[in-house]
C-alpha cells in the first residue's frame, strides 16, 4: 500500500517472516520518521527502497486512523508537497508526476471541457 499523505511517501507491505508487523519503507528515512519517529531503521542500498522498519500492524493502524481523523488538507499539492513535507526539492515535482501518471488512467483527462475565462491583461496607464 502507498501512502502519499501529510508527512511523506511510504509504502506498507506485511514483513514476510512476521505477519504481525508491517514493513514501512520509504525512498527519504525522514518519511519513515515523521510518521513512526521511533522506530529502528534500516538502509539497504541496493534495494528498491533504501530505508525500511518493521512496525507492528496496530501500530500503523493506529498512526494511519490518527492521519486520516485529523487530515485538514485540500490540495494535495499545495498543502502536502509545500507545506507539510520535510523540506526536498524534488518532492512537489514527484508528487506531480505520480498525480499526472495516474490522471492518465481516467477515460477523459482532468478539467476535460472546463471552460476558463481568459484573464484582463494588466495594461499600465498612459498619463
Do not use: C
Amino acid at each position: 500500500m502507498w501512502i502519499i499523505g501529510k508527512y511523506g511517501f511510504i509504502s506498507l507491505v506485511v514483513n514476510d517472516q512476521d505477519p504481525s508487523l508491517m514493513q514501512v519503507r520509504a525512498r527519504v528515512k525522514m518519511d519513515i520518521l515523521m510518521y513512526f519517529p521511533d522506530a529502528r531503521i534500516e538502509t539497504i542500498s541496493r534495494a528498491d527502497y533504501m530505508f525500511r522498519a518493521n512496525v507492528p500492524r496496530t501500530e500503523v493502524a493506529r498512526i494511519i486512523h490518527d492521519e486520516i481523523m485529523e487530515y485538514d488538507v485540500t490540495s494535495h499539492v499545495k498543502d502536502v508537497a509545500i507545506e507539510y513535507s520535510p523540506a526536498n526539492p524534488h518532492r512537489r515535482q514527484a508528487y506531480y508526476a505520480v498525480w499526472s501518471a495516474l490522471a492518465e488512467m481516467q477515460p477523459r483527462p482532468p478539467y476535460f471541457g472546463l471552460v476558463t475565462r481568459p484573464r484582463k491583461s494588466k495594461k499600465s496607464k498612459k498619463r
